[in-house]
């Protein structure tokens, strides 16, 4: 599924996000409010989709969490918690948005974000 999708993506010159994610992450640039991407995914993948999604206009890549081996992946909270480190912000007072039933239970769990 994800070599189709990657292949449907290296064939498109220009890709539609949506008015809701643009405008998104342009009111928490304008309001200096910090976010990042947090991936189980590993780093080739990262560097795929932030050149041909272009997340460099919203993301900063030093900032990004991806899976290099060096933290414990599912049940663990570990990815979270060193996106917030990154963020130099509390684990506790941030908003996560996660698209894994699993993993939001246990963000609740673990009593992370919001």
């Given at each position: 599924?994800?070599?189709?999708?990657?292949?449907?993506?290296?064939?498109?010159?220009?890709?539609?996000?949506?008015?809701?994610?643009?405008?998104?992450?342009?009111?928490?640039?304008?309001?200096?409010i910090p976010f990042t991407i947090?991936?189980?995914?590993?780093?080739?993948?990262?560097?795929?989709?932030?050149?041909?999604?272009?997340?460099?206009?919203?993301?900063?890549?030093?900032?990004?969490?991806?899976?290099?081996?060096?933290?414990?992946?599912?049940?663990?909270?570990d990815i979270f918690l060193l996106?917030?480190?990154?963020?130099?912000?509390?684990?506790?007072?941030?908003?996560?948005?996660?698209?894994?039933?699993?993993?939001?239970?246990?963000?609740?769990m673990q009593a992370l974000g919001?």
């Amino acid at each position: 599924m994800m070599r189709k999708f990657k292949r449907f993506l290296e064939g498109q010159t220009r890709i539609f996000y949506g008015v809701f994610f643009a405008d998104f992450f342009q009111f928490l640039m304008a309001g200096n409010i910090p976010f990042t991407i947090a991936s189980a995914s590993g780093k080739e993948n990262i560097d795929f989709y932030f050149e041909h999604l272009e997340l460099g206009k919203w993301f900063s890549y030093d900032k990004v969490i991806y899976n290099d081996g060096s933290f414990r992946g599912k049940p663990y909270p570990d990815i979270f918690l060193l996106a917030a480190t990154k963020l130099e912000l509390n684990p506790k007072e941030t908003m996560v948005f996660e698209d894994s039933f699993p993993k939001f239970k246990l963000l609740k769990m673990q009593a992370l974000g919001k």
